[in-house]
């Protein structure tokens, strides 16, 4: 099967810096891939060049279909046209490590604005499906909130919802849970866990190696923009072929919190402002298949760690 995202040596430097030195990724209709990688390696690059936020220097991206640009005889890259660019655009959502929803704008008419701006949806339509989705992240109780009185953990579900109102083939996560505090990461990554499972397309760039471990069918280890190493997630996460991929997963699951010091009820715990009651949140409530999902992820830390622990040669051996 055809990939729905077909990227061939991707390149793109800001001024004399290389960022990108020819990156390779496909990704089939279905597949969650990962990136996993030190800071400043280029993962934000990479995604801001998927949908054309950022203008590559040299390779080839394809979406479903459309190339949106390429290199040409000359060897200078050329794009699709606009009309072409925006058209993939609409295809492709995107959720960003820092909330970026309106501020002005009410949960609600955050999720309608695309909709009805760019698709010319009627106002109903798009308020019925906002509303739709506001439930399947489970914040139908918070659609006339404004992003402020919201917690971190609740305005990143708003803005998956946000992305989904455009009825994307793929989305693309960069980091999401890592402005938020730590205790609410669990809520977005039950969220993406079950897009996931209901066949969406996606590229998720992230430091939460359980969730990459559990739910991701590839995983890419990217330093000083380079592709270091591919695979499926037990084998790169688990038993790293590269030292450097070694390193790094060593650094991140040090950092990561064990299943023992934080609690279940920590992690579907939630904060707002004002507001004490959550009974009526179905993901901050808890349902136990969720507390055994966000324990499951945490597992897969443990389960890494040993991994990686176990899969290490042992230092001075001759054999
Ligand atoms: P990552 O997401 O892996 O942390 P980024 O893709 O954000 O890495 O950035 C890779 C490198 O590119 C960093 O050194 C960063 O400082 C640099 N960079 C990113 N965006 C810009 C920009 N708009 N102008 C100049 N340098 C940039
Ligand atoms: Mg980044």
Redesign the pocket.
Known sequence: MAALVNVKGLRKS??D?N?LNGIDLEVKAGEVVSII??????????LRCINLLERPDGGRIEVDGQVLCQDGPDGRIRFASKGEIRKIREEVGMVFQRFNLFPHMTALENVMEAPMAVKGMDKASAKARALELLDSVGLSHRADHYPLQMSGGQQQRVAIARALAMEPRVMLFDEVTSAVDPELAGEILLVMKRLAEEGMTMIV?THEMGFAADVADRVLF?DHGRVVEEGTAPQVLGAPREERTRAFLKAVLERAPMAEEDGDDDLVDDRDIGEPSWGADPLTAGTSSDTDTIARLQSEVEELRRRLAQSESPSGGDG
């Open positions: 800001f001024g810096l960022i990688g030190p800071s400043g390696s280029g993962k934000t690059t990479i760039v990217i």
